[in-house]
């Protein structure tokens, strides 16, 4: 029998993605085109939808040439049904539902949360870990419980990713931000930031107005490189131990786009290693949003029963992870 084949198209903000997988895991192609904003200013929706739409095709054909096959060879089409920008969001399920329509393909529509938390997974090998997911919309601390992830901590302000890229506009870094704060952090030293955690959640805003308030003063880039990451990142090390604890877990995967950062690697591996715990990073390539995750949550999803009607495939500007019921994981 032949194996199962999803297409996967990630859509949800500033990246758009073609991801081509086979049901047992083979990645066959991961395209994608991402959408620059202009230098000083955050993503604009509008241009950033408007993006997607000019390379949509681009890039599914380019996907396709990748893996060396045609529409025909694909079973479902899977796509990015929220969280998310919603112009951006409606561009990659326009596309899923035409490609569903025309060529006879089964549509499912996937959280991008959980595909995060599902590419992690599938490319490390961790099984049932406590889940760091941090990314540029979202900062979660997630593990499997009874039938969903569960989110055992959160932000309650902006999510870290958000927080690199406002603080490194501050500082008039190229954006994206993340890679150039953790550059300049080897170089600094300590200044002291507010620690923010108040039970098992977090917030950085109050952090990211004292690092923009200290540089205006005069404190280097380094210096204020170094201690905005080595404050928010043992925030988010405190939380996931004390969810390790809770859950009597073994495992810790980090995965999101800031999972590409070496110190916050670092960080949690060592607060593993005292625990006693595996620890888990999602490869560089898969860190950020790309389609070959939303292709393989497309796939468990459909492999477990679950397909979405195209009458009934709205967006969801604000699903979150825990709304979404984990069928592939439940016996």
Known sequence: MNKLISMGIESTAH?????????????????????????????????????????????????????????????LISFSAGPGLPPCLHVGATLARYLSLKFNKAL???????????????????KDPVIAYHSGGNSQIIAFAEGKYRIFGETSSIAIGNALDMLARELNLPAPGGP?????????????????????????????????KKFKSGKSKEDICYSFQETCFSMLAEVTERALAHTDKKEVLLTGGVAANKRLQEMLKIMCEERGAKFFAVPQEYSG?????????????YKSGQKTDIEKSPIKQKWRT??????????
């Open 322 to 331: 825990d709304e979404v019921e984990i069928k592939w994981l439940q016996k």
């Open 180 to 212: 150039e704060i953790e550059k300049l952090a080897k170089n600094g030293k300590y200044i002291d930031l507010p620690y923010v955690v108040k039970g098992m959640d977090f917030s950085f805003d109050g952090i990211l107005t004292e690092a923009i």
């Open 108 to 126: 499912v529509g996937v959280n991008h949360c959980c595909a995060h938390i599902e590419i992690g997974k599938l490319t490390t090998g961790a």
């Open 15 to 75: 990246t758009f993605s073609i991801g081509i997988i086979t049901e047992d895991g083979e990645i066959l192609a991961n395209e994608k085109s991402v959408y620059a904003p202009k230098k000083g200013k955050g993503i604009l929706p509008r241009e950033a939808a408007n993006h997607h739409i000019e390379n949509a095709m681009g890039i599914v054909n380019g996907a396709l040439n990748k893996a060396k096959l045609n529409i025909n060879d694909i079973n």
């Open 289 to 301: 949003d790309c389609g070959a995750m939303i292709a393989w949550a497309g796939l468990l999803a």
